[in-house]
T-cell receptor
Framework: AQRVTQPEKLLSVFKGAPVELKCNYS??????LFWYVQYSRQRLQLLLR??SRESIKGFTADLNKGETSFHLKKPFAQEEDSAMYYC??????????????FGKGTHLIIQP | KAGVTQTPRYLIKTRGQQVTLSCSPI?????VSWYQQTPGQGLQFLFE???????NKGNFPGRFSGRQFSNSRSEMNVSTLELGDSALYLC?????????????FGPGTRLTVL
């Protein structure tokens, strides 16, 4: 069974400080990993995915297969980063890619 | 390009009734997935449809079912509603495979079961 764990329900940091949102996963194969973000009163949207190795809005995430982690990082937090962040995993079964398994989410608050 | 739309946005039902929710994907998208979001369980995958075929199903009872039409629009049905079915139901569409293509989410349908 696949599982995604986000240990922090709430993370509060000051503007300009570094941010790290933790994500650990459990999956026996090679998963696809994603970070989704939901800003206030907006839809859930993709922030980044490990396969593309992009940096979006200054955020990066590295897949560490040894530690089964996919932490989200940003060197300098901005107030507009305040949002709900979800880590998600998609595995593969015999029928193809499975649906996304989401973590419970971390509410990031950036204080001025 | 218009985003994913879901109707209705809000719904109130009583226990034992059934409900049908609708999702219109982004034009050209062939995959539609459904998720249930509750404060206790978070976001949970219900099922995925691709070209009118159910491709994957999450761990939900048979009361939850869905279908997809030839125009990729999808509906999900919940029969014999229970109080615990109260949730935000999200639909997401993507071009192809859920696991590889970006999913675009709708605003959700808020279902309240009394």
């Amino acid at each position: 069974a696949q599982r995604v764990t986000q240990p922090e329900k709430l993370l509060s940091v000051f503007k300009g400080a570094p941010v790290e949102l933790k994500c650990n996963y459990s999956y026996s194969g090679s998963p696809e990993l994603f970070w989704y973000v939901q800003y206030s009163r907006q839809r859930l949207q993709l922030l980044l995915r490990h396969i593309s190795r992009e940096s979006i809005k200054g955020f990066t995430a590295d897949l560490n297969k040894g530690e089964t982690s996919f932490h989200l990082k940003k060197p300098f937090a901005q107030e507009e980063d305040s949002a709900m962040y979800y880590c998600a995993l998609s595995g593969y079964s015999g029928g193809g890619a499975d649906g996304l398994t989401f973590g419970k989410g971390t509410h990031l608050i950036i204080q001025p | 390009k218009a985003g994913v739309t879901q109707t209705p946005r809000y719904l109130i039902k009583t226990r034992g009734q059934q409900v049908t929710l609708s999702c219109s994907p982004i034009s050209g998208h062939r995959s539609v997935s459904w998720y249930q979001q509750t404060p206790g369980q978070g976001l949970q995958f219900l099922f995925e449809y691709f070209s009118e075929t159910q491709r994957n199903k999450g761990n939900f009872p048979g009361r939850f079912s869905g279908r997809q039409f030839s125009n990729s629009r999808s509906e999900m049905n919940v029969s014999t509603l229970e109080l615990g079915d109260s949730a935000l139901y999200l639909c997401a569409s993507s071009l192809g495979h859920t696991g590889t293509d970006t999913q675009y989410f709708g605003p959700g349908t808020r279902l309240t079961v009394l």
